[in-house]
């Protein structure tokens, strides 16, 4: 090539300078555990999910939320909604309102007639799950999915457990719990009602079954002395609910006390203000701050003119009022009594003390250990008597819908591990994607969108769902609040903000990669990835 | 319930790209096919503010005019790092011939063109602060003057980093460098020095001025688009910080640039025929510290104890350009 004037060396490119050898640390990509999801007693993938619904993909979404938890518009409903508890997007703003683009998702996938997968694989294995709560329910699906014959036993007339026999129907609608327990018979699941096992060990044998899940739940109301006169009429929570579900509507008269600070004895008030109670008044023997119930519960219950007496507990039930006793809170936080009493007017007294596990079917079975009422259980879900699993409110553990759809997942996975001879080893999580990883400038300013409540006339006197669900745009809206912590989400901002060109874009949906050969190790990816889906490593040299 | 529109991606326009953003609405920078005008295997430090502010603003350039662009560089660590002889990092067709001579390289290559008729090809004149405000200044004044169809992109890193961090007249007060050191009783550059070469331009009449930072990249991506819509004296001024003179990790050089913004010490602003038409307005106001804690040319106004004084003439000239350009709503604050 004849070269210009005073030029004696061909053009080249700086390609040939590797400059990625200038480098000390590389950056690496990486997927961290979003908060939502180390939070969700179920295994939610929340962050997978969001990703869908966040592109408008509602089944996509739907599937992947159903991968882990086949009752979203249940748990749409009904969960305390631990992740938002925990959502990064709250040091911002307020928490992405997960639980009602679940909800959304739920509802959508009824509308639309969404069913899950047919099963194609079969073990050939016949698991008897005990009762249809919802950790039963949750087991047979995922043990239904993993191609095992399940059988669900259960003693009530209706399946659901305490999702039909404690929540009540203005929390939960049962036409949408109805159609997603059908959902779940549908993969071929069999469900025999009022079927209460006696001995379980014989029900086993008889039914030929390899393994079997435990779950019937926590159903027989704790008691208390209390003085009572002759004609009190004392109720227990649990039977009161229970009732809620038959023809006849209980009688707890005007004036109704109800003894208790959890979550039944709010849900316990508040039915029975629908039921025309005039007064309908909490009695508990703690403070505010340390009661056990959710705060957005007490908050619906007091907004609905249901009454509290903090620091009391109850001496004496007559025949229509009741005497309470004031209480202090000494220095470790827990309550004495003081000398001073209090009547109060009552027709009836409910007593939401808590609730204690029927374990008579458990008898004959060796190897057992029960501790303080509940069945110990090891790691895997598995109790002392190899084969036999348990979960949900009889087994050590919070007592929520949502922990329980957790436990019959996690039962259902190592059933089907000790059903094949293996023992399931749980993948490390990944490391967590906490609030200080994330670049937040890049996120747009939005408020949380508020689902509408009914209004409180129609609160107070009939039984119509209290809080409503959002509809598609403002579900959208919602999902793309989502920070995506941890999670590409490939918004370009290291393919952008590269000086040296070092990060190849893949494509939509595949991500990016480092081009090493020119990295300098400059961090800047790091620092403006908005989710902390990039983490710088030292060089070993 | 209050209405909420729809369009909301997550990180809107915050961000280069987006999944959920229809294409034309990405950066240019988030197109798997931009031209890459100054490509991998530089010379630039680790983390260079300039490196990034050029790709930006001549892809962005490229992509405006169909690839029909020349570019003449000036003297600085823009044209040493991209081109030790016989190696380029540039994809364009490119010139360096003096420091001080690029405003007027470019002029001639916008007359030859004219005389050629090729209307198509348009012409590009960068250099960094010192080729500009300084050395560069009288052909640049020149090129305004006479209205010449070239857009000038200055990366103003505020001093001249190339050969050890000298003071310019781009250098801000109390600021350190080789040549303005941080002792006696006034360390560091001197207050009242110095010239704004965006109000000097403007001064001119020009058709339009603008000036970005590598933090904004669609706003930087816009004014580029928006000059090369434009036929005459064209000027465009971009800050764009060095970790190396400026004293800040190379991963903050985005955050440091944007901080700049978002004190009101760099004003993000456009004007057509010497008026400001628009503004970027701060999204979230924060004092001068924040931005001078990061850089360790300013470290000599916290030790041993904070120089309240000299931060506080350093917030009020911040104050005095929010007023000035009006870079907070009333009311929002």
Known sequence: MRKPFAITLDPGSSLANHTGTWRTSRPVYLDRLPPCNAGCPAGENIQGWLAHAEAGDYEAAWRVLTLDNPLPAVMGRVCYHPCETACNRAQLDEAVGINSVERFLGDEAIRRGWRFDAITERSGKRVLVVGAGPSGLSAAFHLARAGHEVEIHEAGPLAGGMMRFGIPKYRLPRDVLDAEVARILALGVTLRLNTKIDRLLDAMKAGHFDAVFLAVGAHIGKRTTIPAGASARILDAVSFLRSMEGEDRPMLGRRVVVYGGGNTALDVARTAKRLGATESIIVYRRTREKMPAHDSELEEALQEGVLVKWLSTIRHAGDSSITVQKMVLDEKGFPQPTEEYETLEADSLVLALGQDVDLSLLEGVPGLEIIDGVVKVAPNMMTGYPGIFAGGDMVPSERTVTVGVGHGKKAARNIDAWLRGTTRVDTPKHEAATFDKLNPWYYSDAPKTMRPTLDLLRRQSTFEEVVGGLDETNALFEARRCLSCGNCFECDNCYGVCPDNAVIKLGPGKRFAFNYDYCKGCGLCVAECPCGAIKMVPEEI | ?333
């Open chain 2, 1 to 333: 319930m209050a209405y909420q529109p729809v369009k909301f991606y997550q990180t809107g326009t915050f961000t280069v790209g987006n999944r959920l953003l229809p294409p034309e609405v990405r950066a240019v920078q988030a197109n798997m096919r931009r031209t890459n005008s100054l490509n991998s295997g530089h010379r630039a430090c680790q983390g260079c503010g300039e490196a990034l502010g050029a790709r930006y603003a001549i892809d962005a350039a490229m992509n405006a005019t169909s690839n029909q662009l020349i570019a003449a560089n000036a003297t600085g660590c823009l044209e040493v790092f991209s081109t030790p002889y016989p190696e380029t990092s540039w994809q364009i067709p490119w010139i360096h011939s003096l420091f001080g001579n690029a405003a007027a390289v470019a002029t001639g290559i916008a007359a030859a063109l004219k005389v050629k008729g090729r209307r198509d090809v348009r012409v590009i004149a960068q250099g960094g602060d010192g080729g500009t405000t300084d050395i560069g200044f009288g052909c640049l004044s020149g090129m305004f003057e006479r209205n010449d169809d070239v857009l000038y992109i200055c990366y103003d890193n505020e001093a001249y980093m190339n050969t050890g961090v000298q003071r310019s007249s781009a250098t801000p007060f109390a600021a350190r460098t080789a040549t303005t050191e941080a002792t006696g009783p006034d360390p560091g550059a001197t207050f009242g020095q110095g010239k704004y070469v965006p109000a000097i331009a403007m001064a001119h009449n020009i058709p339009y001025v603008a000036t970005a930072t590598i933090a904004e990249l669609h706003d930087l991506e816009y004014k580029v688009e928006r000059a090369m819509q434009i036929r005459g004296a064209r000027y465009l001024h971009v800050f764009v910080s060095c970790p190396l003179g400026w004293g800040h990790p190379s991963e903050d050089s985005i955050r440091v640039a944007r901080l700049a913004k978002e004190t009101g010490l760099f004003p993000v602003f456009e004007a057509i025929d010497g008026e400001v038409v628009s503004v970027s307005k701060i999204r979230r106001r924060v004092p001068v510290e924040e931005y001078l804690r990061p850089q360790r040319r300013f470290a000599h106004l916290f030790q041993p104890t904070p120089h309240l004084e000299v931060i506080g003439r350093i917030q009020a000239h911040a104050d005095r350009n929010i007023r000035k350009y009006g870079l907070v709503d009333a009311g929002s604050e």
